[in-house]
T-cell receptor
Framework: GENVEQHPSTLSVQEGDSAVIKCTYSDSASNYFPWYKQELGKRPQLIIDIRSNVGEKKDQRIAVTLNKTAKHFSLHITETQPEDSAVYFCAASTGSTDKLIFGTGTRLQVFP | GAGVSQTPSNKVTEKGKYVELRCDPISGHTALYWYRQSLGQGPEFLIYFQGTGAADDSGLPNDRFFAVRPEGSVSTLKIQRTERGDSAVYLC?????????????FGPGTRLTVL
């Protein structure tokens, strides 16, 4: 079945450094790739998404890149801040339905 | 405007009991999804509705689980004969339409604990 792999599972960076999280997906028909941020005990919040007709999207300190040939996409956070600390999930839509398949999450810790 | 809401926020029940979890989607959103999130894992798809009909229930783990959305708005996830392994956070999400590129907005979840 459809699968999304996410790496790393944990990531620790110093404030001001960059953080990169990578995901691969299995369904070649996937065409929508959102990233969610989830703080402890809170709901997942969409931070950025990308659709298959573009290769890169940026929103202030956050950017996402997509390589459809290789079936992988990445989240880039620049100038990290302590409030960026959370668990980040990537997801991919399936081709046949509208459900999202999520990765296993990356716990990001930003140290002051 | 109001986001997706879910009630109750927490539910503790005993093994074998029946539970109902409610989701109120964002007004006007036609698509509604249920996911289940176990500790340390990503959300796992259960079922989605387009309007009143369940367009995809392939994620329901077994026949103890079913969901309804009779008027195309509020949805209820129903679990019969609960088991300890059902303990998780049940998340609901809604999107404006059912296109796979529409943003899904999540509710705060219901934390279900089966003793």
């Amino acid at each position: 079945g459809e699968n999304v792999e996410q790496h790393p599972s944990t990531l620790s960076v110093q404030e001001g450094d960059s953080a990169v999280i990578k995901c691969t997906y299995s369904d070649s028909a996937s065409n929508y790739f959102p990233w969610y941020k989830q703080e402890l005990g809170k709901r997942p919040q969409l931070i950025i998404d990308i659709r298959s007709n573009v290769g890169e999207k940026k929103d202030q300190r956050i950017a996402v890149t997509l390589n459809k040939t290789a079936k992988h996409f990445s989240l880039h956070i620049t100038e990290t801040q302590p409030e960026d600390s959370a668990v980040y999930f990537c997801a991919a839509s399936t081709g046949s339905t509208d459900k999202l398949i999520f990765g296993t999450g990356t716990r990001l810790q930003v140290f002051p | 405007g109001a986001g997706v809401s879910q009630t109750p926020s927490n539910k503790v029940t005993e093994k074998g009991k029946y539970v109902e979890l409610r989701c109120d989607p964002i007004s006007g959103h036609t698509a509604l999804y249920w996911y289940r999130q176990s500790l340390g894992q990503g959300p796992e798809f259960l079922i989605y509705f387009q309007g009143t009909g369940a367009a995809d229930d392939s994620g329901l783990p077994n026949d103890r689980f079913f969901a309804v959305r009779p008027e195309g708005s509020v949805s209820t996830l129903k679990i019969q004969r609960t088991e300890r392994g059902d303990s998780a956070v049940y998340l609901c999400a809604s999107s404006l339409m059912a296109a796979s590129t529409d943003t899904q907005y999540f509710g705060p979840g219901t934390r279900l604990t089966v003793l």
